[in-house]
């Protein structure tokens, strides 16, 4: 992981880097966060994007759903969960296990509400079906 690091932080400058992060585990943190937001907006990604027919059926279930929320909740769970790991497509696991995953895992994430709560709305719009098996 630290050469895949490198590529992305070298071009920081060392001095502001190590001046804001000065731990080894905190600039690899902050460099990791950093990539996975610049990751967001790069081209196709197994990560979809969420569509008017995603807010719809958000809307259906979360009446003060938007936009906005689901686009929020997809850049979160990227940068908060894609900062340790490759982030998941959505598709991989059903709402109900998603809604698990993320219990167990928001506080290795340091996700809190607000943001939890968007990561979840998103997950379960972009989820696979409860019937669809796997």
């Known amino acids: 992981m630290r050469d895949t690091l490198d590529w992305f932080c070298k071009p920081l400058g060392s001095a502001f880097v190590l001046g804001r992060f000065p731990s080894a585990r ?4 902050a460099c990791g966060w950093g990539l996975g937001v610049l990751l967001v907006g790069c081209g196709p990604s197994a990560i979809p994007q969420a569509s008017s027919a995603d807010v719809a059926r958000a809307q259906a279930r979360w009446p003060d759903a938007n936009q906005a929320q689901l686009d929020r909740g997809r850049r979160s769970y990227v940068v908060h969960c894609g900062g340790c790991h490759v982030a998941i497509p ?3 696991f059903s709402a109900s296990a ?9 506080g ?3 996700l809190a509400e607000p943001e939890k709560s968007m990561v979840l709305r998103y997950l379960a719009i972009a989820a696979r079906p409860e019937s669809a098996r796997k």
């Open 26 to 29: 905190s600039r690899a943190l």
């Open 90 to 92: 959505p598709a991989k």
């Open 98 to 106: 998603w809604e698990g995953h993320v219990e167990r895992m928001a």
């Open 108 to 110: 290795k994430a340091k």
